[in-house]
């Protein structure tokens, strides 16, 4: 299973701050989803999302994420 952070408007994932690929494979692996969710808070990005990818893929999923992680609604709030 895979961590990745994926743009919301394009579908891309990231490779690295800057850096976007459509391949999961060739994606940065956050391991885990406090990592990714500390990046996103850490970068001031908006407009991405959690894509959890597994090997076989049949079982994929999105997640939003959290309000309190994202920093333009959390300056909000």
Known sequence: MKILLQHMKTNLY?????SWTDNPEE?????H?????DF?????????????????????EIFPIPPAH???LARAC
């Open 40 to 60: 996103v808070q850490n970068n001031g990005l908006e407009g991405v999302q959690i894509a959890v990818k597994f090997y076989e893929g049949q079982f994929d």
């Open 70 to 72: 994202m920093p333009a």
């Open 33 to 37: 989803s406090k990592r990714l969710l």
């Open 14 to 18: 990231l490779r690295s701050l800057g």
């Open 27 to 31: 994606a940065h692996d956050f391991k």
